[in-house]
């Protein structure tokens, strides 16, 4: 497999990747502890929050890693902006990575398993961020996303990436300055709507690798190790069901059982419903029956 080299560049950036948004917590437990944390940034972190979330959970993921529904063209690049705007990687290399998790899931060739040669806290560590120096976006693209590549629209959008991740920085700091009318708003909405959100975010997301294939329940007979995290249900929008995913992988809907809250698996309903998604995938309850464990 054609590996692009791993380079100081990128391990830089994964540097500010994981430290900027810790350094934007810091800034807001000090503007909490002073109690100069207003409504309006709250607002702002929940806003950008439930706006790019969904990028990620059903459009990197559901939508253009396992194809879990059809849909129009633009709304495949409107999801892919806003995961872009969550600074997890580009999208390409981000779905070339999680395929090849999946193609190898636990196993030798999982960029992130917490089951490793090493001690659980540093097979978790690796699993959780660390993974991200060795392996992230080292997936060969040509051969895991070889459709996103050909895409000239998918192509622009990969390259936009760190644009797209200042803008995801911007647009807090620019309606925190209208709101509030004053440079002061702006930059506590780039503390909470940008670096706080990022930082809850990718620890959310972090957690379903690390945490999700670590301690929980399982159900199903799969090869790996994945569990369900229901705690993390509601933040990460339904994908801490991740074994019930790893379970079926094309499946539009990660909560199987009606109890199991799914915010991105009823976003798809809602966009069927709309007429913005179609092929929906779904999993007969006898095809999940005859996978339950004994
Ligand atoms: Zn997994
Ligand atoms: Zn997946």
């Known amino acids: 497999m054609a590996r692009p080299p791993l380079t100081a560049g990128k391990v830089a950036a994964h540097l500010v990747v994981l430290t900027v948004p810790l350094a934007g917590v810091g800034l807001a437990a000090g503007l909490l502890w002073n109690r ?24 990197f993921h559901r939508l253009l890693a396992h194809r879990a529904f059809g849909t129009y063209r633009a709304v495949e ?90 803008l995801s920085l911007a647009i807090p700091f620019g309606a925190g300055w209208a709101l509030s009318g004053t440079l002061r708003g702006g930059l506590t909405g780039l503390v909470w709507g940008g670096l706080v959100r990022l930082f809850l975010f990718h620890h959310v997301i972090f957690s379903v690798n690390s945490l999700g294939h670590f301690a929980g329940r399982r159900r199903f007979r799969t090869a790996d190790r994945s569990t369900n995290l229901a705690w993390l249900a509601l933040p990460s929008l339904g994908e801490s069901w991740h074994h019930n995913h790893h379970a079926f992988p094309r499946s539009a809907v990660h909560g199987l059982r009606w109890y199991e809250l799914d915010v991105s698996g009823l976003l798809i309903r809602l966009l069927e419903r709309v007429g913005l998604a179609w092929n929906v995938v779904r999993i007969a309850p006898e095809r999940q029956a005859r996978k339950l464990a004994a």
């Open 36 to 59: 100069a944390v207003s409504a309006t940034d709250l607002v702002l972190l929940a806003a950008m929050y439930v706006l790019v979330a969904p990028g990620i959970t059903v459009g």
């Open 77 to 166: 690049y409107g999801l892919a902006v806003l995961g872009s705007m969550a600074m997890q990687g580009s999208v390409i290399d981000w779905v070339a990575d999680h395929r090849v998790h999946h193609g190898h899931a636990d196993g030798p060739g999982d960029p992130h398993s917490p089951h490793g040669p090493h001690s659980a806290l540093r097979s978790l560590w690796h699993a959780h961020a660390g993974w991200l120096f060795r392996h992230q976006g080292r997936a060969d693209a040509r051969r895991h996303a070889p459709e996103l590549l050909e895409d000239p629209g998918m192509r622009l959008i990969d390259g936009a990436f760190v644009p797209l991740t200042l």
